[in-house]
Every structure is written in C-alpha cells, then in structure tokens.
C-alpha cells in the first residue's frame, strides 16, 4: 500500500503562486506501486480532471493544455516527495487538488481510473 499526502493549498489572488507538495509512504520502493505520479483537480459540480503526470525515474512531464506554460510538476525521490509549481494562477484552477500514484509502464497517463493510490486532496482558491 502507498499513503499520499498533500498539502500547501490556500487562498491566493489572481496571477500568483502556489506551491502544492505530495508525500508519499508506504510501498514506494516498487515500481509496481510507484511507476509514476500525477496531479489532478476537481472543481465544484465538475470532473476530475488530469492537470500533470511525472514518472519516479526519469525527468520527462506531461502537463494538460489547460496548465502548460503556468505549472511546472517535479520531484525528489530522496523525500519521496512531488510538487506541483502553479504560477500565474487564473480563478479558473480553483479546486480541489489530489496526487495520485499507479505502478507499472506505460506513458502518460491521464486517465485516473487507471491511478491505484489516491491523497485527500488540498483546495485551491484563486480570487479574481
């Protein structure tokens, strides 16, 4: 089993940043529990959406449209830790934010039905 825990979400007006952190515990030396991570969002009366996904060995990152450019994903493996960078925030991000992890092959993954370990999510609130 993996343990997922966000945190770093808040209240932050249009056009500034945030810094989201997942650490992971557990099971995180397989990669067949650990193949990759990613982030995703869910906004009042919305989808889950995939917003970043970012494998545990190697330095490649697939971001949504919707992001590219403004959040930057990455990690350090020695704190079993993954961030999430969000500059030039819009009221548009505002949601609740989980990491996910899935074991095995196979890139990118944006589906997260297809994600095993799930945090509690961290909310997001970006003011106009």
């Known amino acids: 089993q993996v343990q997922l825990v966000e945190s770093g979400g808040g209240l932050v007006q249009a056009g500034g940043s945030l810094r989201l952190s997942c650490v992971a515990s557990?099971?995180?030396?397989?990669?067949?529990?650990?193949?990759?991570m990613g982030w995703f969002r869910q906004a009042p009366g919305k989808e889950r959406e995939f917003v970043a996904t970012i494998p545990w060995s190697d330095s490649i990152t697939y971001y949504a449209e919707s992001v590219k450019g403004r959040f930057t994903i990455s990690r350090n493996n020695a704190k079993k830790t993954v961030y999430l960078q969000m500059n030039s925030l819009k009221p548009e991000d505002t949601a609740v934010y989980y990491c996910?992890?899935?074991?095995?092959?196979?890139?990118?993954?944006?589906?997260?039905?297809?994600?095993?370990?799930w945090g509690q999510g961290t909310q997001v609130t970006v003011s106009s």
């Open positions: 557990g099971r995180t030396g397989s990669t067949y529990t650990m193949g990759s």
């Open positions: 996910a992890a899935r074991g095995g092959s196979g890139w990118p993954v944006i589906n997260g039905n297809q994600y095993n370990y």
